[in-house]
């Protein structure tokens, strides 16, 4: 049975850094399409980024230039690499395996000062 656990989240001061992992289990990471999302207080679920078997990568243009989604094989492993995080990047973000459409628990990412 597929399942996605995401580790990493927590308090942010704007313009710094913060890494969601997103460790796989039942399958293979690097396999599948893996894909990052969030959720906003009152808003719709975003797609966030993308990260194919052939390692090509995708960015919603709200990440683009800032996040930097990568595998790591041996751990199993997704990650999401924040970078000069806004005030308006709070919210649980989420990873999904898109081809047995298994999504982990979220991860609440606040960033204020």
């Known amino acids: 049975q597929a399942r996605l656990e995401v580790s990493g989240g927590g308090s942010a001061q704007p313009g710094g850094p913060l890494r969601l992992s997103c460790a796989g289990s039942?399958?293979?990471?690097?396999?599948?399409?893996m894909t990052w999302h969030r959720q906003a207080p009152d808003e719709a679920r975003e797609w966030l980024a993308t990260?194919?078997?052939?390692?090509?990568?995708f960015y919603s243009d709200s990440a683009k230039s800032r996040f930097t989604v990568s595998g790591d094989d041996y751990k199993n492993t997704l990650f999401l690499q924040m970078d000069s995080l806004e005030p308006e990047d709070t919210a649980v973000y989420y990873c999904q395996n898109v081809d047995s459409a298994t999504w982990g628990q979220g991860a609440w990412v606040t960033v204020s000062s």
């Open positions: 990260l194919a078997p052939n390692g090509a990568t």
């Open positions: 039942g399958f293979s990471v690097s396999d599948q399409i």
